[in-house]
């Protein structure tokens, strides 16, 4: 008895090379492309939205300085001097015992 090698023709598996099909290859390639085209406008979508953000949050740093600018403006107004004065200057009035001397008017 003799072994055959299992080097010869007869020993290998026949392979049947597969025959190329363009439809299969046409529909990958074009979920390919469908993949990379959704990846690029969520990219574009996403760096839209953050510019959106970073314009918002300036635009909050802004609104968060006006507010507390007139928080302390309030504060100012709100104090009895400053309303003596606002009173004293718009409103003509005076202090008992006070007499107010207004310019003549022509």
């Given at each position: 008895m003799?072994?055959?090698s299992p080097t010869t023709k007869e020993s290998r598996p026949k392979t049947r090379k597969q025959p190329f099909r363009p439809l299969s290859t046409l529909v990958v390639l074009f979920a390919f492309c469908a993949l990379v085209s959704s990846?690029?406008?969520l990219y574009e979508l996403r760096k839209e939205v953050n510019q959106s953000i970073a314009q918002l949050n300036q635009e909050?740093?802004?609104l968060l300085q006006q507010q507390?600018?007139?928080?302390?403006?309030?504060?100012q107004l709100n104090t009895?001097?400053?309303?003596e004065q606002l009173a004293r200057?718009?409103?003509g009035l005076v202090r008992k015992g006070e007499i107010r001397i207004a310019?003549?008017?022509e």
């Open positions: 003799t072994k055959k990846a690029y406008q909050k740093e802004d507390k600018l007139l928080e302390e403006e309030i504060l009895p001097s400053y309303i200057e718009q409103l310019p003549k008017t």
